[in-house]
């Protein structure tokens, strides 16, 4: 880890970036003026074979202090305005893929659970029955631990054959700091009730929050273990300069010792999970090994491959094959232009070659762990960047976050622990010779 620390301090710029999107956005451009009928040609000639669909529902039943969701908390009026208007986006432009099959469907937010019982079921319905689903399809539904009862459980298992719960700590003092109700046998019982409805759960665990320290998070972990828990998803906290809850989880340290703890805190998690008999694959997502089935295997081969993503709701993007697209956030001006009938986009991006490639490198590192020498050599990159790509990974080399075999870099379990900030630097492409 010293290597590890020695090549933060050399780094000039301290800002941790965890969603690359905002790294490639300088690229964006606004939607607005765009006819409809050429957003409708840009899905219509940029759909593979196999897509994968989110659909967003904006609210929350409480709002996570540590949590830049900026859509709040809306009462039930509002709620069944908002999924009529989803479905009949979702209907009038389905057809743009119906060629296709669709492998996954995530129902996320917000948090969806939070519908009353006959909403969520006439939501999840209506998408389900008009939709061209895989064998093996996984469809998931997002859930708070608030809405873990009876009642709701027997309609989203129904439907969704996963459930993803958003925990993100077990212990009071965390979960009070963030706002989030239930103490840890609360949510144990909870979790266990949704498990006799619904085998396929993953839970997500925040690391680096407010009143959290290493042991308390590894205590985390080894109750996942205890549950028995298939998948567990590890988030690093975001920092927003806007929110008081981020200044507090500093702590007063400086962002360079906070990561290292963060790092110190992921990378001891990967230790249990290993010896537990957890497989990581992408990186930050932990999978029981006898759960690889091919359910989940198919799911990582389609992330790998980079199959459309798909994204409907208020704010949710699409990855097609050469286009990014997000659509409006704001949900008054989402629901006014599916009102008139069009795709509600805001910004599209033709990717550029420089993203292509680099989307490929990046999958390839979340999920094998390693740096392929011919996807930079032999891939569209210009030979600028491909000489900067290269210093990045001497950089690399140097500071032991790589080692060279044949004709691959292989991360170093340093490496893996701390994927994030390299996959960052290489984006950034800026090497400032550290
Ligand atoms: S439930 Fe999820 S989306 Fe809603 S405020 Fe909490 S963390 Fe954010």
Known sequence: MNNFKKYLEKKESQEYIVDYQRMFNKYDKSAEEMLNEDKIKIFNSD???????????PWCERRCLFCNYTNGIKNESMHSAYINNLLDDYKRYKGLFDKSEVTSIFFGGGTPSILNVNLLNYYLENIMQITNLTKSYVVTVESNINNLYEEKLEI??????????????????????????????????????????IKNMNIDLIYGMVNQSEKKFLNDIELCINEKIPSVTLYRLE??????????????????????????????????????????????????KQCTEEKWNNR???????????????????????????MICDVDTWSQEVKKGNIPIEFIREKSNFEKEMKSIIRIMRTEQKIRKVNITEGLFTDLEIEKLEATINTFLKYNLVIEEGEEYKLTKIGKGNINWLISDLILNDVRQI
């Open 47 to 57: 759909v593979n074979e196999r897509v994968n669909l989110y659909f967003n529902f």
């Open 156 to 197: 989203i298992s129904k439907y969704a054959n996963r459930i993803s719960i958003g925990v993100q700590s077990f212990e009071k003092n965390v979960r009070l700091a963030a706002n989030m109700l239930f103490e840890q046998d609360e949510i144990i019982k909870r979790l266990r009730l949704a498990r006799e409805y």
């Open 239 to 288: 920092l927003h300069k806007n929110l008081a809850y981020s200044k507090m989880a500093l702590n007063g340290n400086s962002i360079l010792d906070y990561e290292f703890q963060c790092s110190c805190m992921y990378m001891k998690a990967q230790e249990i999970f290993e010896n537990a008999g957890y497989i990581e694959n992408p990186s930050g997502w932990f999978v029981k």
């Open 300 to 326: 990582v081969s389609d992330w790998k491959s980079n199959k459309s993503y798909i994204g409907f709701g208020n704010g949710a993007y699409s990855h097609l094959d050469n286009y990014y697209l997000s």
